[in-house]
């Protein structure tokens, strides 16, 4: 079940296993990352609530994921570049990188005055193509918790995760 607290209100009580808090400062409180991953992609894919976990299902979600965090990436990516990159003085691979789509895998080693944002799940290990050298900021839709580690490593969101429970081992009989 999600719980969404507008911000500066109190969190009710209970217990989560994820917790996100927006830039605009409301918390969303979740049972699962899939309920998280729902309700920030649901308004470009309505449909990733009602995906099972049939093959068919699981690669639907994935490009869903990829979309959205393709968008966002490229968003990202116009920032870092807002006042940083003249397209006149600029060379045409930079500039590709900079404002191409980022459903498209950029080739080659990036050497840009700002960071590329680049989807992980177009290179290695996913691939068979090698990722560019340079600095980087990958970003990776291929599991739901890694899509909302992407947004929280861009800035668009706090993530907090319920720690695992550990078991306590058995004491030995003495």
């Known amino acids: 079940m999600l719980i969404t607290v507008p911000a500066g209100q109190p969190l009710p009580p ?18 699962s990352a899939s309920e998280l991953v729902a309700h920030i992609v649901g308004e470009s894919f309505a449909g990733y609530r009602a995906l099972g976990h049939g093959p068919e299902d699981l690669e639907r979600a994935l490009e869903a994921r990829t979309e959205f965090l393709a968008q966002v990436a490229g968003a990202a990516q116009r920032a870092l570049a807002e006042g940083k990159i003249s397209p006149t003085e600029t060379d045409e691979q930079i500039l590709t990188g ?9 080739e080659g080693d990036w050497a840009g005055a700002i960071p590329l944002v ?8 996913y691939t068979d ?35 695992l ?3 306590s081992p058995e ?3 003495a």
Do not use: C, N
Request: aromatic content about 12%; charged content about 15%.
């Open 98 to 106: 900079t404002y191409a789509s980022k459903a498209v895998a950029f």
């Open 14 to 31: 209970g217990e989560w296993a994820y917790a996100v808090i927006d830039r605009g400062g409301a918390a969303y409180l979740a049972d």
């Open 165 to 167: 429970p550990v078991s």
């Open 129 to 163: 193509r090698p990722r560019p050298l340079g600095e980087v900021m990958f970003v990776d839709p291929s599991t739901e918790l890694t899509f909302l580690q992407s947004l929280e490593s861009l800035g668009l969101l706090q993530l907090w995760m319920a720690p």
């Open 118 to 125: 680049a989807l992980a799940t177009h290179y290695e290990p």
């Open 171 to 173: 004491p030995h009989a």
